[in-house]
């Protein structure tokens, strides 16, 4: 009787079904209540906005984060004290907030990044796609079939080029999970793709998403 222990992998490439766009409203100046208020302003509109795209079932979630004011003192460059004209430190405010809008339809989502990179004090920082939450339970389930198949098909061709019978499966184990193992993980992956934006990037760039990519693998001890 002899052991095979193989391992089994699998990898299905499916279209991103969902987009998030990440947004961050901010500004910054030497008056504190011009800020919040430029800020606040900005951010009430693109909520606004996430809202009107989630009615219309363009969109399927969004989060909106309330604003926060930050302040840093300027510091001279020949290293004296921050003061301005008047001889009191010069302190500059910069405001936050962040905007996430999860998008079922690409052509809004490309719409209203285009529009919104035009805003004052938007930054577009990133578009996560992914799948949708109700197919993930399908995806992985096919993807950790395939690897288990593929750990089958590992076994019976050493089984075979070594002379041996069918080969009997014995134990299957997910990563981290074999005795004497070290570390664990998770059985699958799932990578979402991403559209990161530089500064000064145009807001006419083409957002067409690449394939999510979700993986499986196992190890499996077989007899023959």
Known sequence: MVTLSVSGSATHSH????????LVVGFEGDDREKVVRDTTAVHARLTEQATTWRRQEAATW???????????TEVPTDGGDAVDATGTSSVRYRTRAAID??????DAL?????DVALEPGVS???????????????????????AIADAVTRAADYAQALGLG???????????????????GSPFGLARAATTFA????????????????????SADFVA
């Open 15 to 22: 279209r991103a079904e969902r987009g998030v766009v990440h």
């Open 62 to 72: 969004f989060s909106a984060q309330s604003v926060s004011v930050g302040v840093t």
């Open 101 to 106: 809008v999860r998008f079922r339809d690409f």
């Open 110 to 114: 490309t719409s209203w990044v285009g």
């Open 124 to 146: 577009v920082e990133w578009v996560e796609w992914s799948l949708g939450h109700e197919r993930r339970p399908e995806v992985e389930r096919a993807v950790r079939v395939a």
């Open 166 to 184: 069918q080969p009997t499966l014995q134990a299957v184990y997910e990563p981290g999970l074999r005795p004497g193992a070290s570390g664990g």
């Open 199 to 218: 500064s000064g990037d145009s807001p006419t760039l083409d957002l067409h998403p690449d394939d999510i990519e979700v993986s499986a693998e196992v």
